[in-house]
C-alpha cells in the first residue's frame, strides 16, 4: 500500500531533550516536506527537501533540523525541544515539486513540558 | 502573494442534506488544488484533486469544482450523514513563483452533520 508513515504518532517530552520524528514514503517520491499545524495558524511548513541531499527552509524552520540521506526517508529533529514547539507535525510527499498530488502522513502529535 | 480563504468557516446541518463548501484564491496560475479531510487531531485524507486543465472531479457523494479563472472551487457534499463530520480544508499548489514550494492552505471548514 502507497503510504507515508511517521514516528512516533504521538510524544510527550521535556525541554531540551533532543529527539527526531522519522517520516517515510514507499512511492519513490522525489519531494517530501514537514508541516506544522496549530490553532489559528493553520498549516505552516518547516523544511523541504526535493531530492537526496536537498533540503531548504520553509516558513517556520528556527528549531529544527531535517537531512535526506536516502529518497524514503526524511527525519525531522528537535536538537533542544522549547514548548513553543507543541504541536501536530505532519510529513507530507509528491512524486515531484510541482503539480503532483500530495500525500501526507497521519500525524504526529509532540508535546513539550 | 497567494492566499486561500475558506467560507463558511464553520457549517452545521442535519443529516440528509446537500452542501456546498467554498474556496477561493487570489492567485490563478496554479497547477492544481486538492481538498482534504481533517478529523479532530488526525491526519489529512485527500479527497479529491482538480489539476489546472480540469473543471471538476467526483468521487461518491463527493463533487469539487474548479474555475481558476475566477479563483474559486466549490466542495459539493450530497446527502450528508454524521460521518461526514470534520474539518474541509483546500489547498492550491501554485506555479513556482515568489519563492513557493509548498501548498497553501485554507484555514478549513469545520463541518458538523447532525442526526
Known amino acids: 500500500e502507497a503510504q507515508v508513515t511517521q514516528n512516533p504518532r504521538y510524544l510527550i517530552t521535556v525541554t531540551g531533550k533532543k529527539l527526531t520524528v522519522t517520516c517515510s514514503q514507499n512511492?519513490?517520491?522525489?519531494?517530501m516536506s514537514w508541516y506544522r499545524q496549530d490553532p489559528g495558524l493553520g498549516l505552516r511548513q518547516i523544511y523541504y527537501?526535493?531530492?537526496?541531499?536537498?533540503?531548504d527552509k520553509g516558513d517556520v524552520p528556527e528549531g529544527y533540523k531535517v537531512s535526506r540521506k536516502e529518497k524514503r526517508n526524511f527525519p525531522l529533529i528537535l536538537e533542544s525541544p522549547s514548548p513553543n514547539q507543541t504541536s501536530l507535525y505532519f510529513c507530507?510527499?509528491?512524486?515531484?515539486?510541482?503539480?503532483?498530488?500530495?500525500?501526507f502522513g497521519p500525524g504526529t502529535r509532540l508535546t513539550v513540558l | 502573494k497567494q492566499e486561500v480563504t475558506q467560507i463558511p468557516a464553520a457549517l452545521s446541518v442535519p443529516e440528509g442534506e446537500n452542501l456546498v463548501l467554498n474556496c477561493s484564491f487570489t492567485d490563478s496560475a496554479i497547477y492544481n488544488l486538492q481538498w482534504f479531510r481533517q478529523d479532530p487531531g488526525k491526519g489529512l485524507t485527500s479527497l479529491l484533486l482538480i489539476q489546472s486543465s480540469q473543471r471538476e472531479q467526483t468521487s461518491g457523494r463527493l463533487n469539487a469544482s474548479l474555475d481558476k479563472s475566477s479563483g474559486r472551487s466549490t466542495l459539493y457534499i450530497a446527502a450528508s450523514q454524521p460521518g461526514d463530520s470534520a474539518t474541509y480544508l483546500c489547498?492550491?499548489?501554485?506555479?513556482?513563483?515568489?519563492?513557493?514550494?509548498?501548498?497553501?492552505f485554507g484555514a478549513g471548514t469545520r463541518l458538523a452533520v447532525h442526526p
Open positions: 507530507a510527499s509528491s512524486l515531484r515539486l510541482a503539480g503532483n498530488e500530495q500525500f
Open positions: 489547498a492550491v499548489d501554485p506555479q513556482r513563483r515568489g519563492g513557493y514550494n509548498k501548498l497553501i
Open positions: 527537501s526535493m531530492n537526496v541531499e536537498v533540503t
Open positions: 512511492m519513490n517520491h522525489e519531494y
